[in-house]
């Protein structure tokens, strides 16, 4: 992303996320997801590089909905600091537990990256780990959505 086009994108996320708590949520599930992306580059086996890719594909479609979940959050809810509102507290701990989670995933990665020989497993506890992440998100919807019935 080039200079001027990474200030737009951070005038819009200013604008749609804010500059608190789910900004920082939402900045962190991207963190991960960019830091799984370079354990990518490292992979040398074939067959294992394209399993994680399968993975990271999936990751991708999930930050999509984070980055929804997180603008919603933020209509709702605006944040410029780091309270997290009573309401929505079940959406922020289910985010945080995402990112958590999406850090795990990319150390998993890492690890098989650097194993000595073939992986008889392939990439299962990344698939494991990334399945965490996909309920995880999945938890955070269900709260936003639970919020709007009460709203």
């Known amino acids: 992303m080039g ?3 990474a200030a737009r994108q951070g005038k819009k996320d200013d604008a749609e996320l804010g500059k608190g708590l789910w900004r920082r949520a939402h900045d962190r599930f991207r963190r991960g997801l960019d830091r799984y992306h370079q354990v990518l580059e490292g992979v040398e086996d074939d067959s294992l590089y394209n399993e994680l890719v399968e993975v990271a594909n999936q990751l991708g479609a999930v930050s999509e ?6 603008v919603e959050a933020q209509r709702r809810s ?5 309270d997290v509102p009573g309401s929505l507290s079940g959406v922020h701990r289910a985010l945080s537990k995402a990112g958590n989670s999406l850090a795990t995933t990319a150390e998993a990665a890492a690890m098989l990256r650097l194993a000595v020989g073939p992986v008889p497993v392939g990439a299962a506890s990344v698939w494991r ?12 919807e269900r709260h936003l959505a639970e919020d709007t019935q009460g709203y």
Not at 78 to 82: I, M, R, T
């Open 3 to 5: 200079f001027f086009s």
């Open 65 to 70: 909905r984070v980055r929804v979940v997180c």
């Open 78 to 82: 605006p944040s410029e600091g780091l």
């Open 129 to 140: 780990r990334a399945e965490s992440v996909v309920e995880q998100v999945a938890d955070a």
